[in-house]
């Protein structure tokens, strides 16, 4: 399963660029209670849950861990720049595959694969 919910408010937030306060502001509530879910003291209400996943842009299902696939709103875009943003998407998860697989060989001591150009 994924991440707790008090971590991906903090992950979300931070990625977004925002600090409590601010995000505090933008729910209409207190910095205090902000700090209070990432701090894992107190859940936000179900209300408050379905605030916070809308101003992220996620599912509540992604903030409570419940999956750990986000939602990309291609609202406004055309079915081409769709097809890209999947091109990219793709591209950066063989990337990823392509890292990790490095990074387990580096680990076992096996060597780096060689440039050949």
Known sequence: MGQALNDNIRQLRTLRGI????????????KQCVSNWENDNVLPSVEMLVRIADFFRVSTDF???????????????????????????????????????????????????????
Do not use: C, W
Not at 19 to 30: D, K, P, R, S, W
Not at 70 to 90: F, P, R, W
């Open 63 to 117: 903030l409570l861990g419940r999956v750990n696939t986000a939602a990309l709103d291609v609202s406004g875009l055309t079915s081409q720049q769709v097809v890209h943003l999947n091109m990219i998407a793709e591209d950066l998860r063989a990337t990823n595959r392509q890292y990790s697989d490095l990074l387990n060989r580096m680990r076992k001591g096996q060597n780096a694969p060689q440039d050949r150009s």
């Open 19 to 30: 600090n409590q306060v601010e995000f505090a502001a933008h729910l209409g509530v207190t």
